[in-house]
């Protein structure tokens, strides 16, 4: 097993971890499973997590955790439901683990959704974005989301790309970007 380069999720929880100076507000922007926000909520006061699925939703909520507002919405509607700067913004784009393949983030919504999020980020936040791209949507995401960051200001963004050189053309990539 590797250490570094097994689980882009993993290695987005590290860096997240240790490169987020603040750590009052997060936002898992795809709760799915709920695997990032139980990590974003053992280290940041206050988490919000999307999801468009009632059942992801329902089914974390069960857990009942103080710091975490779980919200049945649209990733692109962060300014609808959060009214102040976060500190960190997660990802992971594609469908959910073990659920309907049918049902994927959209390349429309999730454009609009980190142009949103990298607004209310605060100065010093941290948005880490893993787009899973071994699907038809993933593909066009995958496309879109890059060539709208490439032409991110680089005084103001600094944003790094993490692939697997020696796997298949559809292997996640992470994407890390720092907010100046």
Same mark, same amino acid.
């Given at each position: 097993?590797?250490?570094?380069?097994? *689980?882009? @999720? %993993?290695?987005?929880?590290?860096?997240?971890? *240790?490169?987020?100076?603040?750590?009052?507000?997060?936002? %898992?922007?795809?709760?799915?499973?709920?695997?990032?926000?139980?990590?974003?909520? @053992?280290?940041?006061?206050?988490?919000?997590?999307?999801?468009?699925?009632? %059942?992801?939703?329902?089914?974390? +909520?069960?857990?009942?955790?103080?710091?975490?507002?779980?919200? *049945?919405?649209?990733?692109?509607?962060?300014?609808?439901?959060?009214? #102040?700067?976060?500190?960190?913004?997660?990802?992971?784009?594609?469908?959910?683990?073990?659920?309907?393949?049918?049902?994927?983030?959209?390349?429309?919504? @999730?454009?609009?959704?980190?142009?949103?999020?990298?607004?209310?980020?605060?100065?010093?936040? +941290?948005?880490?974005?893993?787009?899973?791209?071994?699907?038809? #949507?993933?593909?066009?995401? #995958?496309?879109?989301?890059?060539?709208?960051?490439?032409?991110?200001?680089?005084?103001?963004?600094?944003?790094?790309?993490?692939?697997?050189?020696?796997?298949? %053309? +559809? @292997?996640?990539?992470?994407?890390?970007?720092?907010?100046?």
């Amino acid at each position: 097993m590797y250490k570094y380069v097994g *689980n882009i @999720s %993993d290695l987005s929880h590290y860096i997240i971890k *240790n490169f987020v100076l603040n750590k009052h507000i997060a936002i %898992d922007a795809t709760l799915g499973n709920g695997y990032d926000t139980d990590f974003l909520s @053992s280290i940041f006061n206050k988490v919000y997590a999307f999801d468009i699925q009632e %059942d992801a939703c329902r089914n974390y +909520i069960y857990k009942k955790k103080d710091n975490v507002e779980v919200i *049945n919405a649209s990733h692109h509607l962060f300014k609808k439901y959060i009214n #102040e700067k976060v500190d960190c913004i997660m990802y992971n784009l594609g469908f959910l683990p073990g659920g309907n393949k049918e049902i994927t983030t959209l390349h429309e919504t @999730s454009l609009e959704s980190i142009k949103e999020g990298l607004d209310i980020l605060e100065n010093g936040g +941290i948005m880490t974005i893993c787009i899973y791209r071994g699907h038809y #949507e993933g593909k066009i995401e #995958e496309t879109c989301i890059l060539e709208y960051l490439k032409k991110l200001p680089k005084n103001q963004f600094g944003v790094m790309v993490q692939s697997y050189l020696n796997r298949q %053309d +559809i @292997s996640p990539l992470l994407v890390v970007i720092e907010k100046k």
